[in-house]
């Protein structure tokens, strides 16, 4: 791979691997890098010589980007690194595992799928000291330990998978002019919440647009409403049982958080276009109304992405903003946040891939992608100042603050529930079924 960054010629000498990195300094504009824990990972690693596969999900500008950040591992390291991926990656990786040809490291997107590969014992254990390192130095460090740990071949527990790279969902957008305008300030309780939709519609407003159209995989949209809502109505070992099904679909905690979910969507006065336009209203569509004039809604619930379906030429901040989804003050459960992200893991054992590993505990991997674009992440040692964007800072600063991480509910839970009968569901609960209704249907539905 070896990728060159183009930098000044006063660009700081590091020692790499026996080589001098003269090359390498910084890959956008100037800034606060940490250097200092650079220097010192490359002052302590010497694989010159030796080369790493890894193979990821990164493709196209993603591969640029991901390729920037191993530039510096392969610069302090000495190590040649050759990264690579597919469009059906998630098959390729079980066939690689199953063949004996696996790279030496592979990063993916579903931890249900790689606690599958540790259980058949295509993964090596990371060690308790990076568990403990995940805990001490990530926000809701503790759940982000958990989250890479899994049984191995033997039934034992370890840490199998490094996150690196996060994404959050638990984010309400909004326009700052329509708030201005009408005198709303961000709320930052649940209960504050529920008071703002309730004078926005006093006020003769509508509070939210929400769409669960998708297509093939329409419903999905809600699926987050409701693990949010898990979230704020349960504890963090409730929602893990939930995902499990240890505690089953149609238990009275899981029914709450679903008409928590109702609670907003299946109110004709609080949705635009009513309850009914909920379900065939195309997820990419629904925030339009937060630009019309005058508005069509006031706030959206959605992940980090859904920007890319703003109108042409909006400027976030300006135009478009987003806070923190809030907690239940009454109920003390911290700043849960709900997201997704990567994890990366051993497939083939050697120096190499275990210096990859320590190299993700750097500042400098996190700092080298997030001082671009499309990267937040939990490390609580990076500079926050170095991202890209206000936006993915204030993200950055969500994750680093949460008290608890979960992974998306349904991409932990079986396919035939978290992409089947747990869409079908929310559409048809916020078409008239009752919770207790489409609950039973999905508990009916998940594998014996």
């Known amino acids: 791979m070896k990728t060159k960054l183009l930098v000044s010629a006063a660009a700081l000498a590091l020692s790499a691997g026996g080589s001098v990195a003269q090359d390498l300094k910084y890959p956008v504009g100037e800034g606060a890098f940490n250097w200092d824990s650079y220097k010192a990972y490359d002052e302590a690693t010497n694989l010159e010589g030796q080369t790493l596969t890894i193979f990821g999900p990164w493709r196209g500008e993603d591969q640029v980007l991901v390729e920037s950040m191993l530039a510096y591992f392969e610069a302090a390291s000495g190590v040649d690194v050759n990264y690579s991926s597919s469009e059906g990656y998630e098959q390729q990786i079980i066939i690689d595992a199953e063949a004996g040809s696996p790279p030496d490291v592979a990063v993916l997107p579903q931890p249900g799928?790689?606690?599958d590969l540790a259980a058949k014992g295509f993964i090596q254990p990371l060690g308790d000291e990076t568990k403990q390192w995940l805990t001490d130095n990530y926000g809701a460090g503790a759940s982000w330990a958990a989250l890479g740990t899994y049984k191995g071949k033997d039934g034992a527990e370890a840490l199998f998978a490094f996150p690196y790279k996060a994404d959050v969902k638990s984010l309400v957008w909004y326009s700052p002019e329509n708030f201005e305008d009408a005198g709303y300030a961000v709320?930052?309780?649940?209960?504050?919440?529920?008071?703002?939709?309730?004078?926005i519609v006093a006020d003769g407003g509508t509070p939210w647009c929400i769409g669960l159209g998708s297509g093939g995989a329409t419903g999905w949209p809600a699926t987050d409403w409701v693990e949010d809502m898990m979230l704020r109505t349960q504890s963090p070992e409730v929602y893990d049982q939930w995902v499990t099904n240890a505690l089953p679909?149609?238990?009275?905690?899981?029914?709450g958080a679903i008409e928590e979910f109702g609670w907003f969507a299946k109110?004709?006065?609080?949705?635009?276009?009513?309850?009914?336009?909920?379900?065939?209203?195309?997820?990419?569509?629904?925030?339009?109304?937060?630009?019309?004039?005058?508005?069509?809604?006031?706030?959206?619930?959605?992940?980090?992405?859904?920007?890319?379906?703003?109108?042409?030429g909006t400027e976030l901040g300006t135009d478009a903003d987003f806070f923190y989804f809030p907690a239940y003050a009454e109920k003390d459960l911290g700043q849960p946040v709900l997201g997704a992200g990567t994890l990366a893991f051993?497939?083939?054992?050697?120096?190499?891939?275990?210096a990859f590993i320590e190299f993700l505990k750097t500042p400098i991997a996190h700092e080298v992608w997030m001082s671009q674009t499309g990267f937040v992440t939990p490390h609580k040692g990076v500079n926050v100042d170095l991202?890209?964007?206000?936006?993915?800072?204030?993200?950055g600063e969500i994750l680093a603050n949460a008290t608890t991480f979960r992974f998306d509910g349904s991409d932990l839970m079986p396919g035939a529930v978290g992409a089947g009968s747990f869409w079908t569901a929310m559409v048809d609960y916020v078409g008239g079924k009752s919770a207790q209704e489409v609950a039973d249907a999905v508990q009916a539905s998940w594998p014996k």
């Not at 709320?187 to 919440?193: D, F, G, H, N, S």
């Not at 679909?249 to 029914?255: A, G, I, Q, R, W």
């Open 113 to 115: 799928l790689i606690a």
């Open 187 to 199: 709320p930052t309780t649940m209960e504050e919440l529920k008071a703002l939709t309730d004078k």
């Open 249 to 255: 679909f149609n238990s009275p905690e899981v029914l």
């Open 267 to 312: 109110n004709d006065a609080y949705v635009q276009g009513g309850a009914a336009a909920v379900a065939s209203t195309d997820f990419r569509d629904s925030p339009k109304g937060l630009f019309a004039s005058p508005p069509g809604c006031y706030m959206h619930r959605q992940a980090s992405f859904i920007p890319s379906f703003f109108p042409e």
């Open 346 to 354: 051993i497939m083939k054992d050697s120096d190499a891939a275990r």
């Open 387 to 395: 991202y890209g964007s206000a936006a993915l800072k204030k993200q």
